[in-house]
């Protein structure tokens, strides 16, 4: 295991640290006073390393990465996840807007609150099926665009009947699953809210119980509250936006 | 790394501290916010408002002025030696270092309106500063008022943020608010005139954002004499907030509906008359309503202010312990020159987060 002081670096030299510490062979990395520095761990391709991040990550944590597993003891920025391959983010505090842009695969825990846009663009192939996973509570625009992938708001300590407005607007794919309710009003029209059925029940137990191992509690007791599911009416929203 | 395909993450970055007791600190802890987002500029604009800081004037109205050479400022300084009282003109101190190239000259008048040409007008003083300001920009070629507040100043130019603040030397300022700006220009060039803040009586504005909606605000604005010259969008913000809330007397809050105007979605949903209040406001004031993704922080002598565009496309962060509020682009920003916050959150789009000074403190 090697520990980086990323006092005084900047992105650049903290990442290129942090590959060379790869190159040596190491398989865990210590991050600590990390402090706005952007792109952590980005691009890896690694299913065996673990990097341990204590700070105030900068924005677009563990972009473009595959196969690493992130866990970071402070607050993320923006982008937490943008365009993740596969491996997993786990962040003990609040992210910002945009977490899992683009994800592709992958895990992405956030344990409190997180801004907008979060899970925007998500999609899935195959068993390629990211998740995200919000502890508190989500901004507006939670799920804009998104074409496949698993979005969880978990509502901790947060209004039962969500701030959030334009939820699911322009969603072509995947599945929102909301502890609490949503206003009618604030949801896109490209999609509907259904009660959940077994085969959900069955699928958010599976993510509630690695989530809460993340951060010890027993998360899955949260399936006696009343979630709500939010999915796309039509995969094909704008079809006909062009063609007639 | 080829240089040109360096990757710039771009951004601009906005920063802001306030004391609410009034309590001046140096320019340090801005530059140390402003260095952690050095990465969000491209050191073709940098810049700083310091409110308090002329504490043994405080009365004077204090214009900070750039001019390209001598003839301009031989126009000024008659102009000013027609119009007003001068107390005292100065250069403005700053320290040559190799990173900020050419500078212009930079001088500061401490000056009060002449009575008798107040009287001759049937002006009050305020609505003279802003005419004096508006006729050198647009009147007299190669010179720009950066700022004209008091007890205030505007310190900015072609740079980036820690450089300009090295230069213009503002850790020798103490100030109870710094707000700061970095910058990455869009859409228009860097000039020295350009950078942020822009600010106008004791009004000042950094803003990251694009401002489509520029060119109907600044007709609508050049109908109550602002002229905007200085080549960047931001200015509007500026002189919008300094029409509604100075001269039609709006309080800021409504102000901001203004500029950050409700969606017609949501005044549908309101109250009667909240519905009548915010069609009046949409209605009066279109051609102020700021399109565009923006994250502005406004200071005044009494308040530091931000504000996010309706749907959130630019961030900013509110952090706060004890007196100190702050407010940046970046959490890491504010974590720089306090970790031990007692408050940290995004700001709610559309909905203006302001921060007062205790009343007995400002001018």
């Given at each position: 295991m090697i520990t980086i002081d990323a006092t005084n670096m900047d992105s650049r030299q903290l990442n290129e640290k942090i590959k060379e510490s790869i190159r040596q062979g190491h398989k865990e990395i210590n991050i600590i006073n990390v402090l706005g520095q952007r792109f952590i761990?980005?691009?890896?391709?690694?299913?065996?390393?673990?990097?341990?991040?204590?700070?105030?990550?900068?924005?677009d944590l563990g972009m473009f990465m595959d196969g690493v597993d992130i866990e970071l003891f402070g607050n993320a920025q923006d982008g937490v996840g943008n365009t993740?391959?596969?491996?997993?983010?786990?962040?003990?505090?609040?992210?910002?807007?945009?977490?899992?842009?683009?994800?592709?695969?992958?895990?992405?825990?956030?344990?409190?609150?997180?801004?907008?846009?979060?899970?925007?663009?998500m999609k899935e192939y195959e068993e390629n099926v990211p998740i995200i996973v919000v502890g508190g509570s989500a901004g507006s625009f939670l799920g804009e665009y998104m074409a496949g992938g698993i979005l969880v708001v978990l509502n901790i300590d947060s209004p039962k009947i969500m701030k959030a407005d334009a939820i699911g607007t322009g969603m072509h794919g995947g599945k929102i699953y909301i502890r609490g309710d949503v206003n009618v009003n604030n949801i896109g029209k490209e999609v509907v809210i259904l009660d959940i059925d077994d085969n959900d029940y069955e699928i958010l137990k599976n993510i509630l119980s690695d989530y809460g191992n993340k951060f010890n509690f027993n998360a899955v007791e949260l399936l006696k509250d009343r979630f709500i599911k939010l999915k796309a009416i039509s995969h094909r929203p704008y079809g006909n936006l062009y063609a007639y | 790394m080829i240089p040109a395909l360096e990757?710039?993450?771009?951004?601009?970055?906005?920063?802001?501290?306030?004391?609410?007791?009034?309590?001046?600190?140096?320019?340090?802890?801005?530059m140390d916010m402003m260095s952690v987002m050095h990465s969000r500029s491209n050191g073709l604009g940098g810049g700083f408002a310091a409110y308090g800081i002329y504490p043994e004037i405080p009365d004077y109205y204090c214009l900070h002025i750039m001019f390209d050479n001598d003839s301009a400022k031989r126009e000024v300084d008659s102009l000013i030696e027609e119009n007003f009282i001068t107390e005292r003109q100065e250069k403005i101190p700053t320290r040559n270092i190799k990173e900020?190239?050419?500078?212009?000259?930079?001088?500061?008048?401490?000056?009060?309106?002449?009575?008798?040409?107040l009287v001759a007008k049937n002006m009050d003083a305020n609505d003279f500063v802003v005419r004096l300001v508006m006729l050198i920009?647009?009147?007299?070629p190669g010179c720009?008022?950066?700022?004209?507040?008091?007890?205030?100043?505007?310190?900015?130019?072609?740079?980036?943020?820690?450089?300009?603040?090295?230069?213009?030397?503002?850790?020798?300022?103490?100030?109870?608010?710094?707000?700061?700006h970095g910058r990455f220009p869009t859409n228009t060039p860097g000039w020295w005139a350009g950078a942020h803040p822009f600010s106008i009586l004791d009004w000042t504005v950094v803003h990251n954002g694009e401002i489509s909606s520029y060119g109907i605000n600044k007709r609508f604005l050049e109908t109550y004499g602002y002229e905007c010259v200085l080549l960047t969008d931001t200015e509007v913000i500026a002189y919008t907030f300094d029409l509604l809330v100075r001269k039609h007397g709006l309080p800021l809050e409504i102000a901001c509906n203004v500029v950050a105007s409700k969606f017609w979605k949501d005044i549908e949903l309101m109250s009667e008359e909240e519905?009548?209040?915010?069609?009046?406001?949409?209605?009066?004031?279109?051609?102020?309503?700021?399109?565009g993704p923006f994250a502005i922080i406004v200071a005044t002598n009494n308040y530091m202010m931000g504000l996010n565009d309706r749907i959130k496309l630019r961030p900013l962060v509110y952090g706060k312990k004890g007196?100190?509020?702050?407010?940046?682009?970046?959490?890491?920003?504010?974590?720089?020159?306090?970790?031990?916050?007692?408050?940290?959150?995004?700001?709610?789009?559309?909905?203006?987060l302001k921060v007062e000074v205790n009343k007995d403190v400002c001018a």
């Open positions: 761990g980005n691009g890896i391709q690694n299913g065996g390393l673990k990097i341990t991040i204590h700070g105030t990550a900068g924005n993740l391959n596969s491996g997993t983010i786990c962040v003990h505090g609040n992210a910002g807007d945009v977490v899992g842009y683009a994800a592709r695969g992958g895990k992405i825990f956030i344990e409190k609150n997180v801004g907008y846009r979060v899970g925007i663009h | 990757h710039i993450p771009s951004g601009c970055a906005a920063a802001g501290i306030m004391n609410k007791s009034g309590v001046c600190i140096s320019g340090d802890a801005i900020i190239k050419d500078p212009p000259l930079l001088w500061r008048y401490f000056v009060l309106p002449k009575p008798d040409k920009n647009t009147r007299i720009y008022v950066n700022s004209s507040g008091k007890n205030m100043g505007v310190f900015k130019g072609v740079g980036y943020p820690e450089d300009i603040g090295r230069f213009f030397m503002i850790e020798k300022y103490s100030a109870y608010i710094w707000t700061a519905r009548k209040l915010h069609t009046a406001l949409r209605m009066t004031y279109g051609n102020l309503l700021l399109n007196d100190f509020s702050y407010i940046a682009s970046e959490e890491s920003s504010i974590r720089k020159i306090e970790n031990n916050l007692e408050e940290v959150h995004s700001l709610v789009a559309g909905k203006p």
